[in-house]
């Protein structure tokens, strides 16, 4: 996409966002949640826009602190060219904030890069379309606590992108409006940092923030890259997912892309889906009618113990991509572009600029995708939320967004999964106008919507109520939200946080970050944006356990005293990992006795074969392997029963000639 197409793309939205009424006073809405003591917090910088808020644990004392990126002021308070990035701790107080090159739109990765126990923060910087001499892109990472010859928030490294957004130089290294993912690409052990860029590159780098990628085989120049990145012809918006989805324990790298008539494919004007591997090759490679802004959500959605890559569409060109896609891999197939196979592909009623979340809504065992969707090409009219059944594509529910004043907007805002009030079903939340808005597993409303108290409600006659909403809550900032709202108990005290940044609510020129408490600590499939605090976007498939051979054969020779030894092997060939106990028969043993299995792990078995002086066969019993999985969830053949035989007799042995030179 051209560079002035692509400040035509944020700026109609900030048209459609212009036009919310003024915030209502305090004793115009309704009943706010419990919020956290210590918030809300006025942010030193701008309102927060599309960075949505990553929670984990920076300082090692078992809380999550509040990750986020937004854009500094001038001295008169006018937005700047350079951005914020912050870390508050669960109490409101501030952990460290660190002023960067340039304003940020991305969510922070957190990912302990070198393995020392103290994480990084990896920041995507620019991303301001409206702003094209502001973006100075690229990539940084700071220190996530103090250490050893450094202080928290200070830089580690930088990286920074090209010039080269609309095949022409401005002076400024062109956005990085993705947010990193990271892991391990190139079974190292080590994990890199992975990233799309508006220059048109997608981007490697190892723990030290250095491009891992040369001269990369295929048909494109990569010297548009620097000489080290993928070039795609075209913008990169969309975050790149991380899964394993050849099975050979390696991520693969999920990205979704832009593309322009007359590029070196001969494709019209849309959007590509690719799979590539940690070495930079393009394994698979699918065209649609829209740019691609989504960011690919990858999970296991028919319980086929297989990946699915589900992804939306984009919000450049009009009339298109009023749809999500889920597909199937198979990369055995002959040629890249043959290797996603649309799984379904469901209708929405505009274009969608959000990302899917997956999770089981109903907990019937079944994944189910859920996502944002503009109403027509940019949300004048007001947006939905889709739900559909990960297996067959089935629309479970489709609600309009409305907010207790009956107003029903666009909204950017990818959803997260959370069960928050604890009936053991999942609950959708996501930012639309200057609320939270939570909507029930069935998509009914849990917060208040379009309220009889209200007066002149509903605004939108869309909004008019049908059912009356679970509770009367309104998680409302007065200002408007565009990022994922996140979910975690922040302080350990088993009552889970809904946590949103934007605007301060008595001063719009600064960011506040708002956490309301005292919710139920419930399962979080998908509680952040793209996922967890590495961004890779993938739902880990259940480990599986496996036992090899399936049975233990022991042969002895009725002349022989010592004991016979048959080594096991206890396979994990899913995802994740497992701990293993074993229970044995009488008189055989086994060594070790436990474990934890990421990958494979062998195991000695000893029968008491010395014991047995009658020629015959003896069944001794059987071995179960009992496997847990690390972390809790679902574990696939956990109970793993292995027989024991021992057959005694006269046995011969026949030694060949050695030739020894």
């Known amino acids: 996409m051209t560079g002035r197409k692509l400040m035509a793309v944020l700026a109609a939205v900030a048209i459609v966002l212009a036009g919310l009424p003024a915030p209502v006073s305090q004793a115009n809405y309704n009943d706010n949640p419990p919020v956290q003591a210590g918030f809300p917090v006025m942010l030193a910088g701008a309102p927060v826009d599309l960075s949505s808020p990553t929670l984990a644990d920076l300082d090692g004392d078992g809380k999550q602190e509040i990750i986020v990126g937004g854009r500094a002021l001038t001295v008169d308070g006018n937005p700047d060219c350079d951005g914020w990035v912050y870390a508050y701790r669960y109490n409101g107080q501030l952990y460290w904030q660190t002023r960067v090159q340039a304003p940020v739109n991305s969510s922070p990765t957190v990912a302990d890069l070198n393995k020392d126990g103290k994480p990084e923060v990896i920041v995507g910087l620019g991303g301001i379309a409206t702003s094209s001499t502001c973006w100075d892109g690229g990539v940084v990472a700071l220190h996530g606590q103090d250490g050893a010859g450094w202080s928290k928030g200070t830089e580690v490294w930088s990286f920074d992108t090209q010039d080269w957004l609309d095949h022409q130089r401005n002076g400024w290294n062109d956005a990085v409006f993705a947010s990193p993912a990271v892991g391990d690409i190139t079974g190292d052990g080590w994990p890199e940092v992975v990233f799309g860029s508006w220059d048109q590159c997608l981007y490697a780098l190892d723990r030290n923030g250095n491009p891992i990628w040369g001269n990369l085989p295929g048909i494109l120049p990569q010297t548009y890259c620097g000489g080290h990145g993928y070039y795609n012809e075209d913008t990169f918006w969309s975050s790149p997912a ?144 889709f739900a559909w059944n990960g297996k067959t594509g089935q629309q479970l529910f489709r609600t309009r967004n409305c907010t207790f004043m009956g107003q029903s907007m666009n909204t950017l805002a990818s959803p997260t999964l959370a069960d928050i009030d604890g009936d053991g079903k999942l609950e959708v939340l996501y930012s639309h106008g200057w609320e939270v808005t939570i909507l029930n597993h069935d998509g009914t409303y849990y917060t208040d919507y379009s309220s009889p108290s209200f007066p002149g409600t509903p605004f939108n006659p869309a909004c008019a109520r049908t059912t009356a909403p679970t509770t009367t809550k309104t998680y409302y900032t007065k200002y408007t939200l565009n990022a994922s709202p996140a979910v975690a108990d922040l302080d350990g005290n088993g009552k889970a946080e809904v946590v949103i940044a934007g ?11 708002y956490v309301w408490t005292n919710h139920a600590n419930g399962a979080r499939p998908w509680p952040m944006f793209h996922r967890d605090a590495a961004h890779m976007g993938t739902t880990p498939l259940p480990p599986k356990q496996t036992v090899n051979p399936n049975s233990v054969l022991a042969l002895h020779d009725v002349d022989d005293d010592d004991n016979k030894r048959v080594a096991v092997q206890i396979i994990n060939s899913g995802g994740g990992a497992f701990t293993w106990t074993a229970t044995v028969p009488a008189g055989v043993t086994i060594s070790p006795s436990s474990g934890t299995v990421t ?57 060949l000639p050695m030739v020894k030179r």
């Open 242 to 385: 991380l899964a394993d989805v050849n099975g050979d324990r390696v991520l693969e790298i999920i990205t979704g892309a832009d593309i322009t008539a007359g590029n070196v494919y001969g494709d019209a004007s849309g959007g590509y889906v690719y799979i590539l591997n940690g070495q930079g090759v393009m394994l698979a490679q699918t065209w649609l009618d829209q740019r691609i802004y989504s960011s690919p959500a990858v999970a296991d959605i028919d319980n086929d113990q297989q990946y699915e890559i589900v992804v939306g569409t984009g919000t450049h060109l009009p009339g298109v991509g009023y749809y999500v896609t889920a597909y199937e891999i198979d990369l055995s197939r002959p040629t890249p572009r043959e290797r996603l196979i649309v799984k379904w592909r469901s209708p929405t009623g505009g274009r969608v600029f959000a990302s899917p979340a997956i999770g089981d809504l109903n907990s019937d065992g079944s994944a189910d995708v859920v996502v944002t969707s503009y109403i027509g090409d940019w949300g004048s009219e007001g947006s939905e939320v």
């Open 503 to 513: 605007g301060y609510d008595s001063n719009g020129q600064r960011g506040g970050l």
């Open 599 to 655: 990958s494979e792990a062998t195991v000695i078995v000893t029968v008491p074969s010395s014991q047995y002086n009658g020629v015959g066969t003896y069944n001794l019993g059987n071995i179960v392997f009992t496997a847990t999985p690390v972390g809790g969830g679902t574990i696939i053949n956990g109970n793993a029963s292995l027989p024991v035989q021992l057959r005694v007799a006269n046995l011969s042995r026949v030694f």
